[in-house]
């Protein structure tokens, strides 16, 4: 299973950028996709979740949207008033169940850069 995140790149505080991450693969069902992210000199912290529920870490409640599409596989990440401290690199992650296999496996994505200038 591959998961291929597109959608990064530089905006201006204030900005908004949208993130697509599309799994593909044998995959029998999934249970959740999220966004996690990691900042220069910080550790990875988990942004947003969607499976039965959706939770956002408080720092982007308000401001950014988690969404999916179960039939193609994606999940999308809404990024609205984007300031500085959003700066990271933002990967997806899929938590899901192969064909002919036992149990739920996850993986992660590449990653993909959003820098936010003042």
């Known amino acids: 299973v591959q998961l291929q995140a597109s959608g990064g790149g530089s905006v201006q505080a204030g900005g908004s950028l949208r993130l697509s991450c599309a799994a593909s693969g044998p995959i029998y069902g999934i249970d959740s996709m999220d966004w996690h992210r990691e900042a220069p000199g910080k550790q990875r912290e988990s942004v947003a979740k969607i499976g039965d529920t959706i939770d956002y870490a408080d720092f982007v409640k308000g401001r950014f949207t988690i969404s999916r599409d179960n039939t193609k596989n994606v999940v999308y990440l809404e990024m609205n008033s984007l300031n500085p401290e959003d700066t990271a690199v933002y990967f997806c992650?899929?938590?899901?169940?192969?064909?002919?296999?036992?149990?739920?496996?996850?993986?992660w994505g590449q990653g993909t850069l959003v820098t936010v200038s003042s």
């Open positions: 992650t899929v938590k899901y169940r192969l064909y002919g296999r036992r149990g739920w496996y996850d993986a």
